[in-house]
């Protein structure tokens, strides 16, 4: 395990240079083959489907992407009483008078903008059909309302994500919208890339990222694990800032991870043991 950590916090320090190269562009480590993919389908104008558990890098990986296509992003997060006159807009009484207000859907289409629909799964179905025409060789969008069809200007290109962990029956995507879609599969990065991510994000040394992302490891790999969710990278990210900002590393393990990872007294006395063995001793005064 140490001498696993000692080689990921070398790599770290390698790459510490190198993390978010251009000037002003999100930080975002590739993981495989998604940037690619993402390129290829943004040259094509095909929508994108991102799935991938909490906290692994999905917005952070559109917003990256927008910025390297040198496009605009508007991002909706998706909700159960969203309806398709959120997405598309409304008329709305304005000083006695009424106008029409594009919602953010329709400003992506007119813009040329990228339009991430974050967590697809929790809106309704027959608000999600009104994506349809705009995510196949249609590229239009129906304002009813208006009694108009816009067709979406050159750039237009739709993501939506969702976290294949919380699916359940009733809540799954439909398939005539999957079908419409490209998918790209995000994980967690592996070691060293995490490593990298954590030192950056969280502003700590390659060493005490490198603990962090073992720590998680073991949380991934432990089997017949009772939790719900595992240790995401944005969760080792929060431990890192509280180390950043004067916490010992096992008091930032405990409040950052342990403590959410389970409300269990048993499971949180398992995982703090875990962190007991996994963790560097800390230093003796
Ligand atoms: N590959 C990566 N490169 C750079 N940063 C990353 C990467 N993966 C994760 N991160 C970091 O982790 C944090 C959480 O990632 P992000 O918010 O993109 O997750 P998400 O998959 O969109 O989660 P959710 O499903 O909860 O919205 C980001 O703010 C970023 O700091
Ligand atoms: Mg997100």
């Not at 304005?94 to 992506?108: H, I, M, N, Q, S």
């Not at 739709?158 to 976290?163: A, G």
């Not at 502003?203 to 998680?216: K, N, Q, Y």
Request: charged share 20%.
């Amino acid at each position: 395990m140490l001498t696993d950590q000692a080689a990921v916090a070398d790599s770290v320090a390698e790459a510490g240079t190198e993390a978010g190269a251009e000037a002003g562009a999100p930080f975002y480590r590739a993981v495989g083959d998604e940037a690619e993919i993402f390129r290829a389908a943004a040259g094509g104008g095909l929508p994108v489907l991102l799935k991938g558990p909490t906290g692994c890098g999905k917005t952070r990986f559109v917003e990256a992407m927008a910025h390297e296509l040198g496009r605009d992003l508007i991002t909706i997060a998706g909700h159960e009483d969203m309806t398709s006159a959120d997405l598309v807009g409304r008329f709305l009484l304005k000083g006695g008078e009424t106008v029409w207000v594009d919602g953010p859907l329709t400003r992506a289409v007119r813009e040329g903008a990228i339009c991430y629909l974050d967590e697809v799964v929790e809106a309704r179905q027959d608000t999600v059909v009104v994506i349809h025409p705009l995510a196949d060789h249609r590229r239009e969008l129906a304002l009813d309302r208006l009694g108009t069809t816009l067709s979406a200007a050159p750039g237009f290109q739709l993501v939506i994500s969702y976290n294949p962990g919380y699916q359940s029956v009733l809540k799954n995507i439909k398939e005539s919208t999957r079908q419409r879609f490209v998918a790209i599969e995000l994980g967690f990065p592996p070691t060293e890339v995490e490593a990298q991510v954590v030192a950056h994000e969280a502003g700590i040394d390659a060493e005490t990222a490198g603990a962090l992302v073992a720590f998680g490891g073991v949380i991934r790999r432990l089997d017949g694990s009772p939790l719900r969710e595992v240790a995401s990278t944005r969760m080792l990210i929060l431990a890192g800032c509280l180390v950043a900002h004067g916490l010992s590393l096992r008091g930032a393990v405990q409040a950052a991870v342990v403590q959410v990872l389970s409300d269990d007294p048993d499971v949180v006395r398992a995982l703090g043991e875990l962190a007991d063995s996994v963790l560097p001793a800390p230093p003796t005064t």
